[in-house]
Structures are given as C-alpha cells and as structure tokens.
C-alpha cells in the first residue's frame, strides 16, 4: 500500500488537508534556516527532539468500524514551533510503516477512516519541525477499529421516537376500546363533497393534481390516500376525474388507488386508465400542461394536493381566471401563501396528514391524530421549559434535544 | 359599476402589462443601484473566507434553468471566492437539470477566469438521481456514488478525488437550490454528519431558510438575486481580481439584476396600496361575492 | 396475499432506515445502503413506465381526435426527437450530450435553444402572477390581514436599494424575516413534521393503506 491521503475528519485536523501549502512553506522555511545554519553547525549535529506526548489510540466510538482516533500533546520542548506531524500506519511497533496522514504543529488529533478488515494496527506519530529533525517517534497500538451496535449519541431522537410511537398506539388502543376521540373539523376537507357536487351539477371534470414529488415524500402517500376519497365521491357521482402526473412512481400508485376506489364506490364500469395519466418528469413541462388543460377544458374544481414547488403559484393562478372551485394541500411551507392567496380552502402542514384519518372516520386512524397532538402537547412544554431555562442560561434541553 | 368596483375587477392582463413594463425598462436604460449587506449573506461570505487555502467545498448545482437568473450569479459568486481563496471545488448536482448544463456551464466559465487545472483545483461529478437516498449514502462514499465525472472520466483518476472519498473530506457544502434541496442538504448532511451548508435560494424559498439559519443548521443564505448581489458587491471589495472580473460590460450580474428587481417591487408595492385604497373606497357597497374572506 | 406482500414490504423498508439511523453496526449500513440503491434503480425503470403512458394515451387521444389531439402530436415529437438524440447519445452518435471540439451536439443544441427558453419562460411567468395574486389578496379585511400586507410591503420595499436607503428599514426587513416569519416558519415546519412522523408511522404499520389500492378490509 503506497502513501494515502490524509482524511482528518473535523475541524480540529482541518487543517491537515493543505499538505501542498504547508509543503511549500515548510520547503521555504527549511531552506532558509538550513542556510542560516551552514554558518555555523551541520543539520546532523541537532540532538533528537522528544516524541510527542500522550498518544492514544481508541477505536472511534459510535459508528460503523473502521475508524481509529488518534490523540496526543506536543512535545514541550517545540510547542507553538512551525512544522508537521508524520502518522504512519503499521501491522506491529516493528513495522513496516507508512505514511498515512501529515498535519501541521498545533494540530492533536487525526482520525484513520480506513482501517477497515478487523486487522489490528500499530500507530506512529513523529514530529518534524520546520527547521530540520526529526523528533522520536511515540507508539500507539496495536488496536482494531469495531462496529459498534448501537449509536449512544443519539439516545434522545431514541427517546423521542419511541414516546411518538407510544402515543399513538395508546391512542389507537383507546379508540378501538371504544373512546370517543374528538378531532376538530378541517373546513377544507368540507369542501371536499362540495366540489365534487359542483363539478357532477355543471357537467364538467375534476382535476385532481397529487404534487410533484415520487413515493419516498410522505405528503405524496397523504396525498394519494385523499384521493381515494375523491376518487370514490366521483364515481359514486358519475363525475369525471383527471390525475395528471410528474412522477413516474406516484402515477404508478395513484392508478391503482383510484382504480380501487371505483371498485370500492361499486363503478368499476366507470374507470378508464386515462384517468390517471402520466405527463412528463420535468417539472415546468408538466406545469404549462396542466394549465393548458385548465384553460381548454376548464375543470370546475382543482385539487393540489400534495408536495408543490415552484408551480404552486402557476397552476392556481390558472384556475383561478378559469373560475374553478380549488382546494389545495401542502406541508411545503414556501408554497402555502401562494395556495392560500389563489385557492378557496387549503389544508396548512399536519392538516394535510390529518386528512385522510378525518376523511375515513375511522377511530383507529383517528387515534393516531390524537397521538400526535399529544406529543406536540409535549413538545411545546419542554419548549418552554428549554426557553426559560436557556434565558436563565441553562440551556440543558436544548442540549439534551441535540442530535449529533 | 362605481368607479373603484371596477378598478378592483380590473383585468389581471393590466398587470401582467404593468410588470412587463417595468422588467422592460430597467433593462433597457440600467440605473445601477448600490446594494446593502445582510447578516445571512455576510456569514456565508465569512465562512468560506475562514476556510484556509487547500480546503475542499462542495458546490451542488441544485437548480436547473428556469431559477437560473437568481442561481446563477450566486453560484458565479462562491465559485469566484472559492477560487480566489485558492479552495478547491467539488461541483455535483441532484437536480436533473442542474448537471447537463448548468455546472458544465458555470464551473467552465468561472474556472477560465482563474489559473486552474480541472481534476486537481476542481471536478464536476455531474448529476446524480435518486434524491435523499444519494445524500444519505455520500457520507459512506462519494466514488461509488459516482464512479464518473461529468465528462465520462474515472473519478478514482482525479487528483483531487484522491483526498476527497466520502463528505467526510468535505470542509463545507454550498447547495445553490431551486426548492427543497437545499433542505435536504440541512436535514440530512448538517443534521446527521455535521457538515457545515450553506445555501443559495430562489427568493421564494428565501423565508423558509431562515427557520434553520436561526437554528444554526445553516452557516449562511443567499436569498435570491439580492444575496447574490450582496455576495457580488463583497467579493468584489475584498478581491481586486474578482472586481476586474465583475466590471466586464458582457457579464450577467445580479447587481445589474437589482434594477429590475426595484422597480418591479415597486409595481407591486403600487398594485398593493392601490387595491387597498379601492377597496376601502368601495367597502361603502355590499361585497359581491368574493369567495376570498 | 396479494394485499398482505406490499404491507410487508411497506413494514420492512420503513423500518430499515429508522434502525439504520441508531445502529451503525455494518450488517445495518449494508441493508440500509442496499435499500436506497434499489430506490434509485426502481426509480429508473418507473420512468419506463412513465414514458409507455404518455406514448399510450396520446396515441390515443390523436387516433380519437380528443380535444387538443395537436398538442399530442406535438408531445410525442418532442419525446421522440429529445429522447432520441439523447439515447443515441449514450452509444456515442451524434458525440454525446455536450459538445463536440466547442461546437454544440444535436441534443444540447435542442436542450440550449428550445428546453431552455422555455422553462425560463415558465419560471418568470410567476412575477406576473405574483403581482396580480397580490394585487387581489393583500387586502386590510382585518387586523391580521392588515398586519400580514404592511409586514409584505416593507420586507418587499426592504429588499431593494431604494428601501435599503431609508432609515430603519433594512433593521425592520431583517426583524421580520429573522423573527415572526422564522416563528410561523417553525411552528408549520414542527408541526408538519409531526404529522409526517405520525402518517408515516400508519404507513409502517399498515393503518394507513390506501394509497396501495388496499381498502381497510383488506
């Protein structure tokens, strides 16, 4: 294995990456001194500098094996002297070694990222100043990096998972158990039948457009699961529905949800798979589409629901000269003011999560919304707990809330 | 109708006209407007100002050519200081358009401004699809994630990829982002592995970043044309050579943007005032049917 | 089986990554790695599928001569003309995507003189709507509505050098943006966070499943 490259990995060993700038300088320095020093003595004569102090090496903690963290303290006689440090790498103290990393003085930390393949390894740290020498070198090892199976240093996101999860299966327990659970009215979810009534009344389709995002965004599951609804209010009507797509995904998905849901409203007849179409991946295409067809076969209501970016403004603009009824969704923070400044009803952030559990009146769905309010509940008092006391100057929450 | 009703239903056609005149002329007869500094742009500027010479920067060209008028001059900016500063650029892109043209473009026009050799100053990995699951895996390794640079060449055969494997490497992270990405960088780089980001937003987006500047989670944010120009008019007072650059007659800056800007702002500033003064006029009359309450 | 497989599966990919972001042992990076380099390839092939649709239905949306069937016909040709330079491209005809000796290949050139301007076009479609969705909605109905339009038009007129210039104004611009937008920010970002967290927990444990196509029977 030839010489590798230093990886230091945080700030303190930074400055191990500007080999070349150090290179140069030390050059410069040494042949300056070297010169300097003709004058009076040969380099060879200077006595041995002692070896850096206290170096450890430790297996770096929480994380998935093959790193080893290396520490140590400036030999007294050079601190705060220009010059670089030498980490070399071995099998045993007897070597052979080589070069893993260089950091300049000052530096007392470096972390070896590949010492991977449960081999164990002897560490050696020389110092080389910049006016010439060598110091002994100090022996750390031998030590093999291990997997570690649990990561202690996020404890807390742990904790708080775990309280979520808790919540809401106690409430989804309490809800089957037949609790009353009370879940304020969502007057966008209202609109809902309202729409859908007066596109059936004028005789003119539903445009049903579930954000631009693929599966893996949670606002898109949201979204196709409050057209499930639509989709089942629409057959039931006879009202015709269009579901335009930019992700091949969620076209994929949304298909079979309307496809069930006709099943479901007892039309199968009714469903055609050009209801749920797909248009193109890129994003303005998809928007100048989308429009076109609001302008051409004007739709009597919109639905945007789901993830939105920069077309949000587009589309709802659009359907606002065409006169349709709009109801919007979004838990993108940046594109509710457009939606709320362009559509009838939107639903704000959780309230689009929220929807399909209030939609299914389903107590079990409904308990987990009940769950969730329970751990904002929480939330917002060690908020205000961290808030007072970090103006106190205790700032342990927030401390203990830090994930790393 | 009364007068004011029928300025409040006025064709919105009026507007659009309103605002194409107003992009028009300070198009047409630049003023040159000074600009001011922020506190967002000016701790973005002082980062990378802290990283010494030789560190590494990720700039990710998250944006594609429709926000490329706001992107563009700030990816031009921190290019420019990077290089100025001697900082060597890895450029990539996770948004589809980001890769083809606008970081071939803009990292091959900046870099023929300094004296700097590609694969040992600067790459350009190029795009990667796949999303937040490529920037999970980016902390384990940047090489397998892309074996190829923009170009078609072994990324394992760049000097500069040598000392660059995982983000790990990585000094700081620029996400110039047309919408979300620059959230992905936050929530999924600065919040797991600790990797300082800073972001280059669209003014849209502007607002939202400021929740996880206020957090710390962001080193600093560009917030469309007006913090590029603020980065522009920075650069250009601590980096005589970037002052040259920026004083070219044929360059697009965001400074020059600014006119526009103004005056388009004040349109609507106009619009806002007008529509409030009409409808105070005509709240004497029963509303008719605005479904907007 | 049919209804319980894709809740299987659901159970099993989310609860990957949430284990994989407390254990670093190897055997979990590895599954966790592996899952999200099957993401990006499924992610490919779902484009396939993507493309057969659009080539299904605008075929026959112009053999039934549907409303607006040109525009079809257009959609389909530049499907077949960009994405045919394109996949030639990769077999190295027409010299790939960029450029050739500085001189454009047939794809970027389509990229650079037709794609390009319009998606600039899209994007800057959003000022005029902007101007005119202001013009109807920042309206002093009430107290809040009248704060929200005053607090728009100083972070509007504070975000310009004519605003900069006036005193006080870029300390009020930056006092908004810094403190009740970054508050409201917050609240909807926490908020909605929580929801995600707890829809996804449904999807995970298979509550939630209509977006499989699964009724709650089923």
Redesign the interface.
Known sequence: MGVR??????SHN??G?????AAVLGLLLSFVSTAAAQEVATPSANPPLPAPVGLTAVDQP????GAILLTWQPPAAISGGDGAYRIERGPSSEGPFSEIGSLPAGTARFVD?EAFGGAAFVYRVTFEPASGGVSTPAFAGPIAAR?????TD?VN??VL?LL??GL?LFF?WRARSGARLFVRRISGLNAIDEAIGRATEMGRKILYVPGIQ???E?????A??IL?YVGKLSATYGAELDVP?R???T???AR??V??AYL?AGRPDLFR??IV?????????F???VT??MV??RPAANFFIG?F??ES??LS?MGQ?TGAIQIAGT????Q?P?F???C?YTL???????A??YL?H?P??LG??K??DM??AV?LIVGVIGVVLATMGFPIVSELLT?? | MRLADRLLAVD?RIIYLLVGIGTLIPLLFPIGLPVTITPPVRSAFEKIESL?????VVVSFDY?P??APENDPQADAVLRHCFARKIRVVGMALY??GGLSVAVEEMNKVAAEFPLEYGVDYVNLGYKDG???ALRRMNENLHELFPRDAFGRPVSELPLM??V?SL??V?LVVSLA???IGEWWINLVN??F?TPVIVGS?A??T??YYAYLKARQAEGLLGGLKGASEYERMLSDRYPVVAEIYRSPTLYTATQGMDIQTIVHLVIIALVVLGNVLYFVSRFRPASGD??A | MRSQLPLILTFVAGVIP?IA??????VM?RIASRADRW?VI??AF??????V??V??NT?KIARRD??WP?AIV?LAGLTVMGGFGILANFGIFGGITTVAGRPTPFQWCYSNVFLP??AT??S??AF??A???F??FRARNLAAGLLMISAIIVMFGRIPVGEAVPFVPMITEWIMDNPNAAA?RG?????A??????????ILG??R???????GE
């Open positions: 490259p230093a990886c230091p990995a945080h930074r400055r990456r500007f080999r070349p700038a929480w994380d998935a094996g990222r997997p570690n199976g649990f990561r996020r996101a742990l998972v979520l999860t809401v989804i693929s599966m893996d949670i606002q898109t599951i949201a196709l699961a499930g797509n992700d091949p995904l076209f994929a998905a079979e949800t496809k069930h479901e798979e050009e179409n797909y248009v193109t991946y890129d994003q303005f295409a928007t100048a589409a076109g067809r051409r076969e993830s970016y920069a403004l587009i603009e000269t838990a993108e923070v940046m509710l457009f709320v400044a362009t009838d704000i952030g959780e309230e689009l999560y929220a399909s559990a299914s389903e079990v769905l987990s919304i769950g969730q751990m904002k939330l994930m790393h | 919105r010494p010479p030789g560190s590494v594609g429709s926000t589809s358009l999303a937040q699951a040598q000392d494997r790990r490497e000094d047309t919408g979300i919040a797991q600790g669209t849209i987006g607002p939202k479904r907007h | 949430v972001l407390f254990s670093p042992h190897p990076v993401l499924m992610y779902a484009i396939l599928l993507g493309v649709s659009v299904q239905s026959k409303r607006g525009y959609l319009l998606q899209m994007f479609l959003l709507y902007m005119s969705a202001s109807r909605a920010q909807i970002i926490i908020g909605a929580l929801g995600a967290a707890s829809m996804s927990l449904r999807v509550i939630e209509s977006h499989l196509g699964l009724g709650k």
